[in-house]
């Protein structure tokens, strides 16, 4: 790695240090060498310069600390002080919208983590949290520079504690566009939303080589800590693409649909599509047998403002949706059942990727609207032993705790706790409406009257007819359309071709909405 000798034949005019400064600006700028990146391209990778430029609007990036070197004398980095020192910090645009950025820079050291880099990691951070701006991490990098010691590990606790810090702040976005690994992981764990891209982004604490030697598995990055391990069986990330390209336009897309920080509002984009239009196919979408599974993704995009909708942790706990959206051009976010998979209940994950969700969105003044089809919790002694208990609470904790607009739909099935953990009335949802096709219940009705006239249908000399006659009157009884509005529990009983304008006028209703929590440090939710 070339370093400018500045000693000899330095400028003698403020013409010649200029003609210094553009030649050093240059040289931090092109990187070590078209070697290395070459090398970076080959493994289909972009240098974090291309990265940035394809994060922010054209010309926008201002850098922060270009020229910046490493301090450390041994193990042959005397030798090696590149400008940057492996990580590139600064702010520019999306959208026109002030954005706060760092990436590692992988040919350089292997964006390993040393003391001037951390401390400008640090630097950029407080920026962003003092300037109330986004801030995205492009993440590369081989973990702490091993050749600075402890003095590079304690870089990561400085960037761990301004994540927190951060947190519920400003939106904190990591996007993982090589290995991650070691402490190092525990950074984008802190943030709001984690990106990766397949074959090229790992992250794990151990590595394959670890665990081989400690538990004797054979295993690959990509299988212990890949993309697709991490957006469908560990919920670490919310997104993942097939090539950087897209993932980072998707990045750019997401934080148009977030305010700046958590004193403001997301952006309003005018959609062009009508706050009154009727949606008559959500007839044909929803069947009115409560025991017919279908897609509620697609009751989602018949709501809401044609195209604009992104759908959060797509692939892990499918049982439940959280998507950010856009009605009437204001960003909601929306909880809903989904039940095509395993019939909308609610289980661990499920109760964990939309608890997340709901305190995002009340950390960012995100109205939330939760459509309801939930038959219960997913019963099995795996679901009790895990701690359903606590995993549900977090759930309903976030829901009582969240003081922006709630608004609720129950469109078929509400079912016993999970219909009060699905922000019912009772747990404080500003309003709720329903279909007329909504069950709302403690229980299923087969169930009920197993329960209720077990006698009667034990004691019957035909007891399957007993027991559908006891089924139909406990539905007509306590099961009704209208049962929930006779009693205050829904606010009102809607046509389901009216949904869209019905939650738009409630919205409009709710804007101005505002609620206190009891003064106290903070809460102490299930963990």
């Given at each position: 790695?070339?370093?400018?000798?500045?000693?000899?034949?330095?400028?003698?005019?403020?013409?010649?240090?200029?003609?210094?400064?553009?030649?050093?600006?240059?040289?931090?700028?092109?990187?070590?060498?078209?070697?290395?990146?070459?090398?970076?391209?080959?493994?289909?990778?972009?240098?974090?310069?291309?990265?940035?430029?394809?994060?922010?609007?054209?010309?926008?990036?201002?850098?922060?600390?270009?020229?910046?070197?490493?301090?450390?004398?041994g193990f042959g980095l005397e030798g090696k002080k590149p400008y940057t020192d492996g990580v590139i910090t600064g702010w520019g645009t999306v959208e026109g919208r002030t954005v706060f950025v760092y990436a590692h820079d992988f040919r350089i050291f292997g964006g390993a983590l040393g003391e001037a880099h951390a401390t400008k990691i640090h630097k950029i951070m407080d920026m962003a949290i003092a300037a109330g701006a986004p801030l995205v991490s492009l993440n590369d990098g081989a973990g702490a520079r091993i050749q600075e010691g402890v003095s590079a590990l304690a870089g990561y606790g400085g960037i761990f504690q301004r994540n927190t810090k951060a947190s519920g702040v400003i939106p904190q976005i990591s996007v993982m566009l090589g290995p991650c690994a070691g402490g190092a992981a525990y950074s984008p764990a802190l943030t709001d939303f984690v990106f990766m891209v397949r074959d090229t982004s790992q992250m794990f604490i151990t590595g394959p080589d670890v665990v081989r030697a400690v538990t004797g598995e054979e295993i690959s990055q990509n299988g212990l800590g890949g993309a697709d391990v991490h957006a469908e069986t560990s919920g670490v990330a919310h997104f993942a693409y097939d090539d950087e390209e897209t993932c980072i336009s998707e990045v750019r897309y997401l934080i148009s649909m977030l305010p700046s920080n958590n004193r403001e509002n997301p952006p309003v984009h005018d959609s062009g599509d009508p706050a009154d239009r009727r949606s008559d196919v959500l007839l044909d979408l929803v069947p009115a047998d409560g025991n017919r599974p279908y897609d509620m993704l697609k009751v989602i995009e018949e709501l809401v403002d044609e195209g604009d909708v992104l759908e959060i942790?797509?692939?892990?706990?499918?049982?439940?949706?959280?998507?950010?959206?856009?009605?009437?051009?204001?960003?909601?976010?929306?909880?809903?059942?989904?039940?095509?998979?395993?019939?909308?209940v609610l289980d661990i994950h499920a109760s964990e990727k939309a608890a997340r969700f709901v305190q995002l969105c009340d950390a960012f003044n995100i109205p939330i609207i939760t459509l309801l089809d939930v038959p219960g919790f997913l019963p099995g002694v795996d679901q009790e032993h895990g701690g359903i208990i606590r995993h549900g609470a977090k759930l309903l904790y976030a829901y009582c705790n969240a003081t922006v607009p709630r608004i609720s739909l129950i469109l078929r099935k509400a079912y016993g706790g999970a219909y009060i953990v699905m922000d019912s009335q009772s747990i404080g949802a500003d309003i709720t409406y329903a279909w007329?096709?909504?069950?709302?219940?403690?229980?299923?009705?087969?169930?009920?009257?197993?329960?209720?006239?077990?006698?009667?249908?034990?004691?019957?000399?035909?007891?399957?007819?007993?027991?559908?006659?006891?089924?139909?009157?406990?539905?007509?009884?306590?099961?009704?359309?209208?049962?929930?509005?006779?009693?205050?529990?829904?606010?009102?009983?809607?046509?389901?071709?009216?949904?869209r304008s019905t939650l738009i006028s409630a919205l409009a209703m709710?804007?101005?909405?505002?609620?206190?929590?009891?003064?106290?440090?903070?809460?102490?939710?299930?963990?």
């Open positions: 790695m070339t370093v400018v000798d500045q000693t000899s034949s330095e400028p003698t005019d403020a013409r010649g240090r200029v003609a210094e400064l553009h030649e050093l600006r240059e040289q931090a700028r092109r990187g070590p060498s078209d070697r290395a990146t070459e090398a970076q391209h080959a493994k289909g990778k972009l240098t974090a310069r291309e990265r940035i430029a394809l994060l922010l609007d054209e010309g926008s990036f201002h850098e922060v600390e270009q020229l910046r070197r490493h301090r450390a004398t942790h797509e692939r892990w706990a499918r049982n439940i949706i959280c998507a950010l959206a856009r009605l009437d051009g204001q960003v909601v976010g929306i909880v809903a059942n989904q039940p095509g998979h395993l019939a909308g007329p096709t909504n069950e709302i219940a403690v229980m299923g009705a087969e169930g009920a009257a197993n329960v209720i006239f077990r006698k009667q249908i034990a004691d019957a000399e035909d007891p399957e007819a007993m027991r559908a006659r006891m089924v139909k009157e406990y539905k007509a009884e306590l099961m009704h359309p209208y049962y929930a509005a006779e009693r205050g529990l829904v606010d009102d009983v809607i046509d389901p071709a009216e949904t709710l804007r101005n909405k505002h609620a206190d929590l009891p003064s106290r440090k903070h809460g102490n939710p299930p963990q």
